[in-house]
């Protein structure tokens, strides 16, 4: 068989990379064709079409500027998969992108899978409609996800969470402190995000706690599609460390972390690092956001908790000070650290085991072997 796989972004990146190496251990006979990133790259052992730096642009503002590489992407994709006809497209996230692909691989005959949901229970609800009329199996990583999709007749899979499957497949190092010439001074980690403008909006403010916090030492978690020189442009000279590829060790050993809403804040969950959720953007986007969007947390493990678990720091609330108020509590407030430890118990309850992508593989192999 052959499997078309797309991920638009970062944590995309990760999901396709281990579905990969799941769907090889299911299906020995399996090719690949990737748009993503360099972990699918590594487990498709082949350089994707479009590489995720050349797509994940965020918020309403940012979209509008770059409509013009989206349709060039989109065309390079629709005409790659008329040429190469794969057995099953299969859609990770990134569904402004990805329901347009499906729209044209459903018209071309090819099963379309979408393995984790595209948030449209946060806005825009009825996309619900056209993925039911476009995806022929949807895989949920959400476990409130099932009833949403419930609710509109469609029935959908369940399969766990992936990050559980990438963080229990992480050999954590035990040298890292060493590795990366740090020192005992309790480590607050700093993840601006992956995506340019969440780094240029979010890395400063981040940058000024350095002031604040004099027994401590700050690490960066850099993204993999930018380079060191791009973040001391923000740090300047200042003794802020920054770590590539070692996301998982930085939280390991940290006491405390300042994560950009999305995927990692469900990384720093299960890992149990107490963390402060910040989010600031392009003002337009932020405030045709809060009219569209229709949840009451930005962060995941206050949405799968249903309850406030950690502290969000959203646009105005997102400053330097604001910030470091919430670090000092996590840091200094022994009741208050341990009632964020004990919400991520409840977060470990609701996300249920590993193996997100052994599943997903053999329920893709399955259906495509009964059609």
């Not at 990134?94 to 229970?121: Q, R």
């Not at 029935?155 to 990366?180: C, H, M, R």
């Not at 780094?199 to 002031?211: G, N, T």
């Not at 380079?227 to 996301?247: C, H, K, M, W």
Request: aromatic share 10%.
């Amino acid at each position: 068989m052959t499997y078309y796989l797309i991920a638009g972004e970062t944590s995309g990146d990760l999901h396709g990379a281990n579905l990969i190496k799941a769907l090889r251990n299911e299906d020995p006979n399996a090719t690949f064709r990737i748009v993503g990133g360099d972990e699918m790259a590594k487990s498709a052992q082949q350089q994707p079409l479009i590489h995720t730096s050349e797509m994940a642009f965020m918020g309403f503002v940012e979209v509008l500027k770059n409509l013009g590489k989206i349709r060039k992407n989109l065309n390079i994709v629709k005409e790659d998969l008329r040429i190469n006809k794969p057995d099953t497209l299969i859609l990770i996230d990134f569904p402004g992108f990805n329901l347009k692909v499906a729209d044209f691989a459903k018209k071309m005959g090819i099963k379309v899978c979408y393995y984790i949901s595209p948030k449209i229970w946060a806005w825009n609800q009825g996309r619900v409609h056209k993925i039911k009329k476009l995806v022929d199996h949807m895989f949920c990583i959400l476990p409130f996800e099932v009833d949403f999709y419930k609710q509109y007749g469609y029935e959908v899979d369940y399969i766990g969470n992936p990050l559980l499957d990438a963080i229990s497949q992480y050999n954590l190092n035990p040298n890292f402190k060493a590795d990366n010439t740090l020192n005992e001074r309790p480590i607050i980690a700093l993840l601006p995000g992956s995506r340019k403008m969440e780094i240029d909006i979010l890395l400063p403010e981040m940058v000024d706690l350095y002031y604040l916090f004099p027994a401590h030492q700050f690490v960066v978690a850099g993204a993999p599609n930018f380079d060191e020189a791009y973040y001391r442009r923000y740090i300047g000279d200042l003794p802020i460390s920054i770590v590539f590829n070692q996301t998982y060790d930085l939280l390991k050993n940290a006491q405390a972390a300042v994560v950009t809403s999305g995927t990692a804040t469900l990384e720093a969950g299960i890992l149990r690092v107490p963390q402060v959720v910040v989010y600031k953007a392009n003002r337009i986007s932020i405030w045709i956001a809060r009219m569209v969007i229709k949840v009451r947390f930005i962060s995941l493990v206050n949405l799968i908790n249903d309850f406030l678990s950690v502290r969000e720091l959203i646009q105005e609330d997102c400053n330097s000070r604001t910030i470091a108020d919430e670090l000092s509590d996590l840091i200094t407030n022994k009741e208050y650290r341990e009632s964020v430890l004990e919400n991520y118990d409840t977060l470990a309850e609701k996300l249920g085991e590993a193996g997100a992508s052994e599943k997903a593989a053999k329920l893709i192999v399955k259906y495509l072997g009964n059609t």
